[in-house]
Structure formats: C-alpha cells, structure tokens
C-alpha cells in the first residue's frame, strides 16, 4: 500500500463497534493485516439518542451521529497501548480543514501508521457530505492534513455523490497516499408501527452485503482513472467477497458489518484468499488486483 507494508490484505473498517480500542487490538490478535478506529473529531461528541441502528435485509442502516471521546482523550488511550508499531489507522473527521488539523495535531505523537481521512459520514450534518461531496473542500482538507503529519493519509470517500472520481482525484492531487471506498449510502428506514423513521436521526447510512455491488463499482471506476492505492470496503465478509474487490482494483480490504455477527473472520478471509490465488495461479496480489479491467 504505497510506503506501507502489512501482514495480510484484510483490514477492520471504522466504527462499526464504537469508539473502545479494544476491537481495534483484538481484531489484529484475529489475524487482520491493519484496523481503523472510530473517526474521532477535535471535541468530544455524545451521538444521537436510540434507536440508532435498524437491521434492513442484506445489512443495517446506522446513524449513530459519530459519538467519539474527542482527540486528546482518544490520544491518552492510544499512548497507552501495549505493543509498538502495530497496523492500527486512526480516522477523523472535521467540519473543516481547521477542525481536521487540530485532530491531527493532537494524534500525531502516538505510534500509528496513518490516517484516514472520514470525508463521509452521510448522516451528520456540516461534517460528511458537506466536505466529502466538494472537490475543492476535499482538496483543502487533505493538503492541510499532509502539512500536519508525516504519516500516509488515506480518503475515505463516499457512494452518495456523481461526483466520486472527481472527489477521489482532488484528494489525491492534494497529496492523498491511497483512498478508501466507501463509506455506508445515504438511506431512510421506515417503522411502520412506529408509522415513521426507523432511526432517532431518520436518516442514515445503509452497510452490510446490501451495498457490496455499489461498492465494487466505485473501485471499479476510481481503478479506471487513478493509480494510488485502494482499499474495499462495503458488504465484505468472506474471502470470495474480498477477491470481487482485488478484481475491480482494491489493494486491500476492510471488513465492518460482516464481524458484528461473527467477528473472528480474518483469518478465514485471508485463508481463503490465499487457496483461490493458488488455484488459479496468481503468485502476488498485484496479479489480482485490477483484472476486471482487462476485459
Ligand atoms: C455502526 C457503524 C458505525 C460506523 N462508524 C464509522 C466511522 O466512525 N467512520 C467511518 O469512516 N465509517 C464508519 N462506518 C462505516 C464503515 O466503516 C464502512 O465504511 C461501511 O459500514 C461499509 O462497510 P461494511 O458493509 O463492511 O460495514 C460505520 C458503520 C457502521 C455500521
């Protein structure tokens, strides 16, 4: 992944057990290559009230409204962790170029190996897709975090925009070492005994198998224009999910929904992975990576 080497191609994504190191530790223990944390933001944030996850089929649609400990609280916890040099991401997130750096900022000391910037969460206003939607404010904040660290930053993009590869583009213009995508898209789940919105928020952010072809598609389109490292992410839980993504042009691979009903999965992935590319011949990833393009 550009000037970063991990252990295995299979990664935890951002957020989906809340804010506690713990996942992020014991996911890598289970055999995950990196793990991002939730996306912390420069002040502490509480979320929204319940409910604030509904299962949908195919997945679940959250608006948990980012609740974080705040980036010096969250920089304390990181201090704290036993075991140096571990493949562990922090995400942030920030109204603005500002609001991003001073999380950086207050990050930065502690011993990860980068970040990735959260350019959209779809279901929190003046945050999401208010910065990840604009090229220019996407360019702004990622040549403001480059400015602010020394470490890789990777964007973290969103499905809820025409303007996809014209947002990927911008961040990596402005210095951007490797995209993630996607975030969860932009959904309304109704109760109907309730008679209204599903969630406290109303809006939300579906996840989970559901959106997995929406998903390959934007790696498949960002692979078709740009060079910089991918990571998939949205609906992946096996390994066969995870070679569709190195097929449409991702590098590497988070897994979110799939590991709240079992999280012990990476090893299996990774297993998995390694059995197909034996049968099929393939010596390295990078053999795999990109081959539906090649139609
Ligand atoms: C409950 C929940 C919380 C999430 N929190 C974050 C977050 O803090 N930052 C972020 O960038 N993405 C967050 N996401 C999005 C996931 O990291 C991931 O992009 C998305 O769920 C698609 O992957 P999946 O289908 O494997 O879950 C969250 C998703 C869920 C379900």
């Not at 890598?28 to 409910?51: C, F, N, Q």
């Not at 898209?185 to 198998?209: C, E, M, N, Q, T």
């Not at 609906?235 to 009903?261: C, H, P």
Request: glycine share 12%; proline share 5%.
């Amino acid at each position: 992944m550009g000037s970063l080497r991990f252990a295995n191609p299979t990664a935890l994504a951002s957020g989906v057990h809340g804010s506690s190191l713990s996942k992020v530790l014991q996911a890598l223990k289970m055999g995950a290559g990196a793990a991002v944390t939730k996306s912390i933001g420069v002040v502490p944030r509480e979320g929204y009230p319940d409910p604030t996850m509904v299962e949908v089929e195919g997945g679940m649609v959250n608006a948990a409204g980012l609740p974080n400990p705040g980036a010096a609280m969250f920089s304390e916890q990181l201090a704290e962790v036993e075991g140096k040099s571990l493949p562990i991401v922090v995400s942030v997130f920030g109204a603005d170029e500002a609001e991003f750096t001073s999380a950086v900022r207050a990050l930065d000391g502690n011993d990860f190996v980068a970040y990735e910037l959260n350019l959209s969460c779809p279901h929190v206003s003046g945050v999401g897709i208010e910065v990840g939607h604009l090229p220019e404010e996407v360019s702004r904040v990622t040549k403001a975090v480059k400015a602010a660290t020394g470490k890789p930053v990777f964007a973290k993009l969103s499905p809820n925009t025409e303007r996809l590869v014209e947002v990927a583009q911008a961040a990596v213009d402005a210095g951007a070492d490797g995209l993630t995508a996607i975030n969860t898209v932009r959904s309304f789940p109704i109760d109907i005994v309730k008679g209204g919105p599903a969630l406290s928020h109303g809006f939300g952010g579906l996840s989970g198998a559901a959106i997995r072809p929406i998903a390959l598609r934007c790696v498949y389109e960002l692979r078709e224009q740009l060079g910089v490292p991918i990571v998939g992410c949205g609906g992946v839980g096996t390994w066969e999910d995870a070679v569709q993504f190195f097929l449409a042009g991702a590098n590497m691979v988070q897994l979110g929904t799939s590991t709240i009903k079992r999280f012990d999965r990476f090893n299996d992935v990774n297993l998995g992975i390694i059995s197909y590319m034996k049968r099929k011949g393939f010596a390295k990833l990078e053999d795999l990576v990109g081959r539906a393009h090649a139609r």
